[in-house]
């Protein structure tokens, strides 16, 4: 019996050292990081800033050097020489929705069918994804949870990164609508000789029909005070003729992304969001005009079209920054990247985003403003929630982006994870 026990002791502790730190505590005490180096996501910067925050929210960001506070029984944090920043937003995302690709189990990103509007990501995130803290020590903090699959995939919430549960993460439920738009050319890979070959879609026109009577049907429904029985699929499409919610359009080819856009304009629908976005530079003109904001996929990738630049996804959000758009940047479906995401804004920074504070907010004020969370987070501003970070260095660096301290909703968060675990492993069976 003696050694059972102690077999059960062992195979505990060793489970406890794998699993992820438990969510933090909520706020108790008023905090204050002193004398770093503020980036307020909008393109101040503040050199040698104090920000504090008291039950989650911010209530001061100021010029340390000019202003003086009241720093009784408040707990402070010297962060001098370092670099606060708000908490980067990763949009378009499965995080907390997959683990390991391979193991079906652990994928729960879409459902069957094909018209799945009433499908919520929200049910199905997982707060004990051991991915979840290997972003937030990169200094994502939020994430927008996208179902995927179908025409229509069903609808997104954004996710904090850190939670016992979905009611614990979640910021803003059911934020928009998912449209996988049916594209005028299909790709096929070709394993003969690894190519890929273009060409026209047949399944496009049906597929189009069948949006056109789905959506239809929505804003007549929409339109009744208290339909009786109500029907769930068009329930949850709503918000989309009222602008509670986004539809967010997935459409690369410029013919495709037109058409898109043009559809949600005929059916009613208020406000409609570009995501991959792949010649979203052929179609500037049209997207200024319709007032369209993209969110574009992974920049760190060679580009699908051969007589492109081999450079044209780096340049892209600059080419549509420039031009007047609003941008965000995601990973879209790598979700083992996405702690990666800080790193694309500094592409985009050296690849024609002129100002560095610009690209910074391509994660975190503009993703803000897509998503309608710009009252809550995206910048430290007096009033919006105390979710935020400090870095060593700059952020967008991979060389000096070291996450020291992470706070969300003013809870400072533990960046235990499994890299830092392996790591200490193996640093510890070399010696070095």
């Avoid at 179908?150 to 939670?163: E, K, Q, R």
């Amino acid at each position: 019996m003696k050694k059972l026990l102690i077999l059960f002791i062992a195979l505990t502790s060793l489970t406890s050292y794998g699993q992820n730190p438990a969510p933090a505590k909520p706020q108790t005490k008023t905090i204050a990081l002193m004398g770093g180096t503020v980036h307020i996501g909008n393109g101040q910067v503040i050199p040698n800033g104090v920000v504090m925050f008291t039950n989650g929210l911010i209530t001061n960001v100021v010029d340390g050097t000019t202003v003086r506070l009241d720093l009784t029984n408040v707990e402070t944090i010297d962060v001098s020489g370092k670099h606060v920043y708000p908490g980067i937003i990763s949009p378009a995302s499965t995080v907390g929705l997959q683990e390991t690709g391979a193991v079906r189990s652990t994928v729960d990103k879409q459902e069957i069918g094909v018209l799945n509007p009433n499908v919520r990501a929200l049910i199905a995130y997982n707060t004990d994804s051991e991915i979840i803290p290997t972003i937030r020590n990169n200094g994502v903090l939020l994430t927008q949870a996208m179902p995927q699959g179908g025409t229509v995939s069903g609808s997104s919430s954004v996710m904090m990164a850190d939670g016992w549960n979905w009611e614990d993460a979640v910021l803003k439920k059911d934020d928009g609508i998912w449209l996988n738009w049916p594209t005028y050319f299909s790709r096929e890979f070709n394993f003969e000789d690894f190519s890929t070959v273009i060409k026209k879609s047949d399944k496009r026109d049906p597929a189009i029909a069948a949006l056109r009577a789905t959506f239809a049907d929505a804003r007549a429904y929409a339109a009744m005070t208290n339909p009786t029985p109500a029907n769930l699929k068009l329930e949850s499409m709503r918000g989309l003729f009222s602008g509670k919610q986004n539809l967010y359009i997935r459409a690369d080819y410029a013919k495709d992304l037109i058409e898109a856009v043009t559809f949600a304009k005929d059916m009613g629908v208020k406000k409609f969001v570009l995501v991959g976005g792949e010649e979203a530079n052929r179609a500037i003109p049209f997207l200024k005009e319709n007032n369209v904001p993209v969110i574009l996929s992974a920049l760190h990738r060679l580009p699908n079209r051969e007589d492109e630049d081999v450079d044209m996804p780096y340049r892209m959000p600059g080419i549509l920054h420039n031009a007047g758009i609003l941008v965000s940047l995601s990973y879209a479906d790598e979700w083992w990247r996405t702690r990666n995401l800080p790193f694309q804004a500094g592409t985009a920074a050296g690849f024609g985003v002129a100002d560095r504070e610009e690209a910074l907010k391509m994660v975190t004020s503009n993703t803000a403003k897509i998503l309608g969370i710009d009252n809550l987070v995206g910048t430290l501003e007096k009033g919006k929630q105390a979710t935020l970070f400090v870095s060593a260095g700059d952020a967008l660096d991979m060389r000096t982006n070291k996450i020291e301290h992470v706070f969300i909703q003013g809870r400072k968060v533990n960046l235990d994870d499994r890299h830092k675990r392996l790591y200490n492993t193996y640093k510890e069976k070399y010696g070095k």
